[in-house]
């Protein structure tokens, strides 16, 4: 494998995308990037000098809303599914300590 | 038990000639699927109360003469990532179990304003994330034609239901074969439409610049008459592209003379089942005979449609899937100390495997010094794709191919290794990269009796071309679109 | 031997844009309301939903960008920053990265020697506001109110330009003026729809390479920021002065405490993961389009100064206190439509008002009163209806809630007494009950007649005529 994950590396994308692994899954997770990362870096093996990469597919652009108000109390739909409520928001655990 | 036999234009038919009603036909699409669930597993949700009310005031609707759309009262099973207002909408995934969308998706609303009667969700791989529909966090659904093997993926319980005629039709969702695969697999119809061209507009995202949203149904015509209802010029759907040409049922003619057809000899190399490739030149064969001009030559590029895919769908899954979180709605982890925690357990318990490694895959490819030597990369790549495409696309009206390198494989044979199930995608992935239309249709069977799908693929916009090479194609064969059909025909066809 | 430093800041502002809509959805951008009462699926992150730009969030940013002297990248884009916050209800923040509406401009401010300063703008970018989190006072939790989720912003990111508070808040006022004179938002700082945090970091004189910079959130006011820049500049020459290293990372403000804390945690990575956003389709501004922009652009300070001071006939300083607030100009213009007499809505302005606003702590986009109200009370006072004592009376009224001036001094009887009669009777019985001033004014004590006429005045409640009272009383003496 070309591509050796680190377990720093498990450890800050995990941090990233909000993950957290078992040791085991850890391990999993280094051996499976690793074999992905090896299987992209094909893509190395063409010249892409000068190509613009391709965001969007089309040359749609230009699409707007106008500035009026359309929408009117949607607080019942908002909070409909809610794990956990409070004073008509969403409670989460304390963010400042 | 007939009615669900009947492609879902002959239904709609019967029922605008009074011959059955849409509560009949419901009532056998219930029927179906209480009899076949517990073999194939294809709904996450059947909402059998509610389909049953539906299909009452439809007809109500059809007898007062206020609906008269070819589909107006035939069953519809919905995959189960397209919200649906009051209906249980889960993406096959623990961390969304009990989510109650508060709005329908367009391409739902389409249906619906066209009579359509909605049975339920069907199971699908987590979040869209799999070949086989067996990452769903509900049970794996099964091939109808043979329940040791997968349906395909992620659109597979759409699939499976078709063939297991539990339903006349399906939705589903393509982002990179999603559609096609299962379909090959299952031996029915579906197409990807032309992205842009239905609305992705409550469908929850898994490659927003890949996925779409396309029929499945026993045949052409079928696909061809939803495709008509479901496209729109959606205001809410940024990149919904505003189309004239969308009137696809005048494309179903079996006519092919003079049309070019190009096969990629990069699609008939190693790793194609010989079966399958026999098929597949069968059919190319047919067409020729109807007059088309046939063409070999060489597209390019095949190899790195996967490894691009991959960046990018991981990518923007990463950030997509970033939402569920346990805050507004979901699965919320049971105990935890503080915000991260509550992020972490949450998410962790609530998705399978298979997302976590894609979420994690497309993390890492956009974090800070892998961004240009990935993600650009990729989207460099997807640019040569699009013009590899573009350059054929100079020379022939549509390219020929097979939807899949094999037919359905074993049940629990694909997850353990990844990277040999993504190479499963092969033939479809880059189809999505360019944006363009493709069609997977039944062209025959291998010796164990599981179908062979034939992918035909167009210019983008250009659905019609491939509705009618792939009619021109269905109108040879005596056709059992599924396997109850084609053991009443006392054999395969 | 003590070293000598330099400050370096630069600044990036967001700025909450006046549209009715949020950036991304038709929800309303009205302050208040009950939580999570403006928001629907696109602003609260809900799956499946999907973001239509507000047409008229690239048009206010294009305008900024303009009047900051920017070039307008005609050819945009959103990108996601992906980070996760309870208040940012998809997780990522859509806004622009790669490629900003606007870029490389510049403000010109005053300096203290008299002189002026380029500073200079790297970018302009368009993106979405978060929602507002509460936290609550008993229990470890906070809420999630997602009412300001997608109300747009453009963020103003300086260059290192600046190297005192001074130039930084002339920076902030000269940005603030533009943008209220735009109409593309309130600037408010102590209502949030602006805010400025800083990056900041100190070298020794005569240094080429910057110092470690920190950024600096939670600064509401300009005293926040003048504090926060002189305690963070100490922090780090002391810390330099003690060999130590200045660490780059985000601090926050507290107010209260007078200092600021790293926001440092394990949990936070800061890093975002920019992409392109595959929801939203690029934004090309044709030629035309920024044409048409450019010819709305309104007139700015420096213009409508030369015209006050020549149309109205004002002084140059009256003109600059007037024009320093788009609201007053705006005022000062509508009333002298309405009434005429520029020096004197002037002077009711610059006077009374300032007076009444540095009172109460109040900026002058606060003022509630109508140039219809105002013009009135300009009249009465003119035509002698009421006298100045009176008019100060009900334009305090009117300050406070933008009372009526006709119907209050119609109500209350404040209308000046002419009636020579009854002014008579009134000076006879306070000359009468005030021997001892009489005396005084016969010795020569010209003061005495001032007391007599606060006395008539008292007793007609302050709303004799004074003109009349003096000539009378003088004649009765």
């Known amino acids: 494998m070309a591509n050796i994950i680190s377990d720093e590396t498990i450890e800050y994308v995990g941090i990233l995308a909000k993950l957290e692994l078992s040791d085991e899954e ?21 010249d892409t000098t000068g190509v613009e990469p391709m965001s969007h597919v089309f ?23 809610a794990p956990l409520m409070r004073d008509g928001g969403f409670e989460v655990p304390k963010t400042i300590i | 038990m007939f009615l669900m036999s009947l492609t879902a234009v002959e239904l709609g038919k019967r029922i605008q000639n009074k011959e059955v009603t849409a509560v009949d036909a419901t009532r056998e699409a219930l029927a179906a699927i209480a009899a076949r669930e517990e073999a194939v597993h294809s709904f996450v949700t059947v909402d059998a109360e509610g389909a049953l009310a539906r299909a009452k005031q439809i007809q109500e609707r059809i007898d007062a003469g206020e609906l008269t759309s070819p589909l107006a009262g035939v069953p519809v099973a919905i995959k189960d990532n397209m919200c649906t207002q009051g209906m249980k909408t889960t993406c096959s995934s623990k961390i969304l179990y009990n989510f109650m969308p508060t709005f ?14 909605i049975l339920g969700k069907t199971n699908m791989d987590e979040f869209a994330m799999g070949s086989t529909t067996e990452t769903s966090a509900f049970g794996v659904t099964k091939n109808p034609w043979n329940t040791g093997h997968v349906p395909g993926g992620s659109s597979g319980g759409s699939c499976a239901a078709v063939a297991a005629e539990e339903c006349s039709y399906a939705l589903g969702s393509d982002t990179g074969g999603s559609i096609r695969q299962p379909s090959s697999f299952c031996g029915v119809t579906g197409i990807k439409p032309t992205y842009g061209t239905v609305s992705r507009y409550g469908l929850i995202a898994y490659g927003s610049s890949l996925d779409q949203i396309g029929p499945i149904a026993k045949d052409v015509t079928d696909c061809a008459t939803i495709l008509e209802i479901i496209s729109s010029h959606d205001s809410k759907d940024s990149t919904s592209v505003k189309r004239e040409d969308t009137h696809f049922t005048e494309a179903l003619v079996d006519d092919v003379k003079g049309m070019k057809i190009g096969i990629p000899r990069d699609y008939f190399g190693e790793g194609l089942n010989t079966e399958v490739k026999e098929a597949v030149l069968a059919a190319a064969k047919e067409l020729e005979k109807k007059g088309a001009i046939v063409e070999e030559f060489d597209l390019g590029l095949v190899e790195y449609a996967i490894p691009a895919y991959y960046v990018i769908a991981c990518a923007e899954a990463s950030s997509n899937l970033a939402r569920f979180d346990g805050v ?8 935890y100390d503080g915000l991260h925690q509550m992020y972490k357990k949450s998410r962790s318990e609530g998705f399978g495997a298979e997302v976590k490694r894609r979420i994690m895959l497309g993390s890492f490819v956009l974090s800070s010094g892998y961004y240009d030597a990935y993600y650009l990369k990729a989207l460099r790549v997807k640019a040569l794709i699009k013009k590899a495409f573009d350059e054929a696309f100079a020379k022939y009206d549509v390219i020929l191919g097979p939807a899949a390198p094999t037919t359905a494989p074993k049940l629990g044979a694909s997850l353990s290794d990844p990277i040999q199930m993504y190479l499963g ?31 035909l693929i167009g210019d983008c916009f250009k659905e019609k071309n491939i509705i009618r090479a792939a009619y021109a194609f269905e109108q040879t064969r005596d056709y059992a679109h599924s396997p109850i059909a084609a053991q009443e025909k006392g054999g395969v066809s | 031997m003590s070293r000598e430093y330099e400050t370096v800041i630069g600044l990036e502002v967001h700025v909450e844009l006046a549209t009715k809509t949020k950036i991304f959805c038709g929800c309303s951008t009205a302050f208040g309301g009950a939580p999570n009462t403006h928001t629907c699926p696109v602003c609260t992150g809900m799956p499946g939903s999907l973001p239509v730009l507000n047409k008229k969030v690239v048009e206010y940013a294009a305008a900024v960008g303009l009047a900051t002297n920017c070039t307008i990248n005609q050819n945009c884009k959103f990108d996601r920053k992906n980070y996760f916050y309870p208040d940012n209800p998809q997780n990522y923040q859509i806004s622009q990265l790669y490629e900003p509406i606007c ?13 002026t300063k380029k500073i200079g703008i790297h970018e302009i970018h368009m993106e979405e506001d978060a929602g507002k989190l509460v936290h609550d006072d008993w229990e470890d939790v906070s809420v999630v109110d997602f009412n300001r989720s997608g109300v747009p912003l453009i963020e103003i990111v300086s260059e290192p330009d600046m190297r005192s508070a001074d130039e930084v808040i002339a920076y902030l006022e000269k940005l603030r003026l533009i943008i209220q004179y735009l109409g593309a938002s309130d600037c408010k700082l102590n209502e949030g729809s602006m805010r400025a945090d800083v990056n900041l970091s100190v070298r020794e004189v005569g240094a080429t390479e910057f110092g ?13 920021i003048s504090h926060a820049i002189e305690g963070e500049k100490n922090r780090q020459i002391d810390l330099i002065e003690s060999g130590e290293k200045v660490i780059q990372e985000t601090r926050r403000w507290d107010d209260t405490k007078e200092s600021s804390h790293a926001m440092r945690s394990k949990e936070d990575a800061q890093d975002y993961r920019y992409f392109p956003e595959p929801d939203l389709v690029p934004i090309i501004i044709s030629d035309e389009w920024l044409e048409e922009i450019r010819s709305h652009q309104p007139e700015f300070r420096t213009e409508k100064l030369a015209r006050y001071e020549q149309e109205y006939e004002i002084p140059r300083y009256d003109a600059e206190i007037l024009t320093n607030s788009k609201h007053m100009a705006d005022l000062f213009e509508e009333t002298v439509a309405l009434c005429g007499k520029p020096k004197k809505v002037s002077n009711w302005l610059m006077v009374e008002t300032m007076r009444l606003l540095k009172e109460h702590e109040m900026e002058p986009e606060d003022i509630r009163f109508s140039p219809e109200h105002l013009a009135a009370l300009i009249n009465l006072a003119d035509a002698g209806t009421i006298n100045s004592t009176v008019a100060k009376e009900v334009f305090e009224q009117m300050f ?7 119907k209050y001094v119609e109500e209350h009887g404040l209308k000046t007494v002419n009636d020579e009669g009854a002014l008579r009777a009134t000076i006879e019985q306070v000359i009468k009950d005030n021997p001892q001033s009489v005396e005084d004014y016969h010795n020569g004590k010209e003061k005495a007649i001032g007391f007599l006429v606060g006395q008539t005045m008292k007793a007609m409640k302050g709303k004799a005529n004074p003109g009349m009272v003096n000539q009378i009383l003088k004649e009765l003496l």
């Open chain 1, 59 to 81: 040359p749609v652009h230009n699409v707007f809303r106008e500035d009026e108000v359309t929408n009117g109390d949607g607080s019942e739909d908002t909070l409909a599914n």
């Open chain 3, 212 to 224: 470690t910079r920190t950024e600096m959130k939670n600064l509401n006011s300009f005293r926040a």
């Open chain 2, 328 to 335: 507004k709605y979901g699965y919320r982890t049971e105990e």
């Open chain 2, 425 to 455: 995608d092969i033939y479809t992935i880059s189809v999505n990269l360019a944006g363009l239309p493709g069609i997977s249709l039944p062209c025959g069977t291998d010796s164990q009796g599981l179908p062979i799908g034939l992918q």
């Open chain 3, 103 to 115: 870029r490389n401009g510049y403000v010109e401010i005053e300096t203290a020697d008299g002189g």
């Open chain 1, 26 to 46: 850890k391990e999993q997770a280094k051996k499976d990037m690793g074999e992905m990362l090896d299987y992209i870096d094909q893509l190395n093996e063409l």
């Open chain 2, 104 to 117: 329908t998706a367009e391409a739902v609303c389409n249906l619906e304003k066209a009579g359509a009667v």
């Open chain 3, 400 to 406: 406070a809630d933008d009372t009526d001036p006709e």
